[in-house]
């Protein structure tokens, strides 16, 4: 059957490895139709028979286990499908597997939406043990869902799986504003630092400055990796302090305290220049130190005092906004050096991102200068973390900004 109605198309994310020490297959993204409404559908005849017949397939042999929808850090909700195939099963089929599936809101019936996926895959052995390990990833809205999948590999072999899908937030995070609506569909971006689409600003009042110093650092100190899911989080924390109406001007310090050195910066703009952030954030070889700065006792900690003093020191911005990782240093910031700073008069902010909070429940040596200048510390192991630390720290930069004024209006 092929269908004609109110579809949309977008390229599946999926992320593919083949266990076992046989290398990584390529996959290459590729969209199977138009974007908009009222879009024809292109398939193959024979998938789009697959899809709508609704009886699962096991011509090629593999295990398809839906993902249950889950609140990420950038406040929207992942569903997906995890798939393994026995390696036995591609031996000798070199080429590539390809993965149609359609996922249909209960809402918008008349409006399915297409994802598709082209995974090469090397030549495997026929004596080949182990599996294909695979998995794809689509966002959604709170809202009932059916998910119809296949995979069909060179030999024309198809496997196919069909589920229902809940979407739906914890009594704990309602009041967390998703970004995608109840009932429609995103594809997922695999690109962290992609540009942000303009915001709708609040214009009652003048637009909130506020300058974000982010320390792009793994969580364990000592790794030489930065991971994929740290790198998200830390990005979707600057992307929530981006899209919150209240807050027009931004000023942001990148900065690596291992490497001891400011990777980014950008100074007062109304938008943030992710792409740029994020070619800044390449650039970083974690686990090398300039060997100058090894020779210099508590490097870590004298970079750290440098930066506040020049990033915070005189402040003119309506708040200051540390972000990042535990920063655990043999050495705080010592107290005198904060002191010759004199009185800070930006509201200053930390937001700690750690996913396991009891492995290091002390504070780190930046939580120390922000409770130096009086500031608020705010724990980031939860999306809703995140949610609720923001709304209370813009609340009380608003506050802290219209005090002033009104102690020069009760003077004159």
């Known amino acids: ?109 008349d409006q399915p939406v297409y994802f598709s996926q082209r995974v090469r895959m090397p030549p495997i052995a026929e004596d080949a043990k182990g599996e294909v390990e695979m998995e794809g990833s689509f966002d959604l809205g709170e809202g009932a869902y059916h998910v119809d999948w296949l995979m069909r590999d060179p030999a024309e072999r198809v496997c196919s799986s069909y589920w229902d899908v809940e979407a739906a937030l914890a009594d704990s995070d309602k009041e967390v504003g998703l970004v995608v609506p109840p009932g429609e569909l995103r594809a997922t971006d695999l ?13 009652q009042d003048r637009p909130l400055n506020v300058k974000v110093l982010l320390n792009f650092a793994p969580q364990r100190t000592n790794s030489v990796v930065l991971r994929p899911l740290d790198v998200k989080a830390l990005v979707s924390i600057l992307r929530s302090v981006y899209r919150e109406p209240r ?43 300039d060997i100058r700065r090894l020779a210099e006792k508590n490097g870590d900690t004298q970079f750290l005092s440098s930066l506040v003093r020049r990033e915070v020191g005189g402040s003119k911005f309506d708040a200051v906004v540390f972000a990042g990782p535990k920063a655990l240093l043999e050495e705080n910031v010592p107290a005198e050096d904060l002191k010759q700073m004199g009185q ?30 009086r500031g608020s510390e705010y724990t980031i192991s939860r999306p809703k973390d995140l949610w609720n630390a923001l709304t209370e720290m813009v609340t009380r930069i608003g506050e802290t900004r219209k005090a002033p004024a009104s102690a020069s209006a009760a003077g004159r």
């Open 1 to 109: 059957m092929h269908r004609t109605n109110a579809a949309r198309f977008f390229p599946l994310s999926v992320l593919a490895g083949l266990l076992f020490l046989i290398g990584r297959p390529a996959c290459g993204q590729s969209v199977i139709g138009g974007a908009t409404p009222g879009a024809v559908v292109h398939l193959v005849p024979t998938d789009m028979a697959v899809l709508e017949l609704q009886e699962p397939r096991k011509d090629l042999a593999c295990t398809v286990t839906p993902v249950k929808p889950a609140l990420g850090f950038d406040l929207r909700l992942h569903a997906g499908y995890e798939v393994s195939v026995p390696l036995k099963e591609l031996a000798g089929s070199e080429g590539a597997l390809n993965i149609v599936f359609r996922v249909t809101p209960d809402l918008h019936k």
């Open 191 to 203: 690109e962290p630092f992609r540009e942000e689409p303009p915001v709708e600003r609040t214009q």
């Open 247 to 289: 807050i027009g001007m931004f000023s942001v310090v990148a900065f690596n305290l291992q490497q001891q050195r400011v990777i980014f910066r950008q100074e007062t703009a109304s938008r943030i220049d992710f792409p740029a952030l994020g070619t800044a954030v390449d650039s970083l070889a974690l686990g090398t130190v």
């Open 344 to 373: 800070v008069d930006s509201p200053v902010f930390y937001m700690n991102y750690i996913l396991d909070p009891q492995a290091a429940p002390w504070r780190d040596a930046i939580g120390n200068v922000v409770k130096f200048f």
